[in-house]
């Protein structure tokens, strides 16, 4: 399975931002340039299926969310939604009585189709701050990766961290940390080997 692919390498943000009864469809989405936009109409669509169902769509197609960023809602929602997207988990406020506390629950073996299950009228600032130990309950050697790959980021001086950041997102996605590392290494010797060759004719000149 080749896990560099350039879906990955090239993610796309998604904008969303409330629409209303006039528009035709529920959820409405279309291309911007460098990322996507969804409408939706409140009455017809909660904001919860709304990103869910556009991950799906898109994924379809063959392009890969690299964050969810919501447009005219409120600062606490805004950050959670965004902190949750960056983790590749949907977010779903819920009043059943099974969810007592902010919790993370992975739903199949796709390592993607996770969610941040938050009790309706909880304090969303605190489930924002709840969110990190919450997701390494859930997935807890990706959380121990994820933490490597931040402390490098910041070892570096960020010269690399879109790499990182790729990196990271691989290891979400595949839930193969060892199967991502191989392959980026297999990268780099192939690079490396690449420019040794292209500068070997001109030393011999």
Known sequence: MTILTRERLFAVPLHL??????????????????????????????????????RVR???????????????????LTALYHAA??????????DGPRITEPVVK???????????????GWD??????????????????????????????????EKINHALDVVAMLILETDDPDGVYDEVLHLLRQVRAERVADTAPAKAA
């Open 85 to 94: 997207s960056k983790l590749l988990l949907n977010v779903e406020i819920t």
């Open 106 to 120: 992975v739903l199949s073996q796709d390592p993607t189709q996770a969610v941040y299950f938050i009790p309706k």
């Open 17 to 54: 931002h409330r629409g209303d009864a006039r528009q035709p469809k529920a959820i409405m989405l279309r291309h911007d340039g460098d990322h996507f936009t969804a409408a939706y109409d409140p009455e017809r669509a909660s904001l919860d299926a709304t990103v869910m169902l556009a």
């Open 58 to 76: 898109l994924s379809s197609e063959g392009v890969i969310i690299s964050e969810v960023i919501l447009e005219d809602h409120e600062p606490d």
């Open 124 to 157: 969303l600032s605190d489930a924002l701050a709840r969110l990190p130990a919450a997701f390494a309950n859930a997935r807890p050697e990706v959380a121990r990766h994820l933490k490597r790959i931040e402390q490098a980021k910041k070892d570096s001086d």
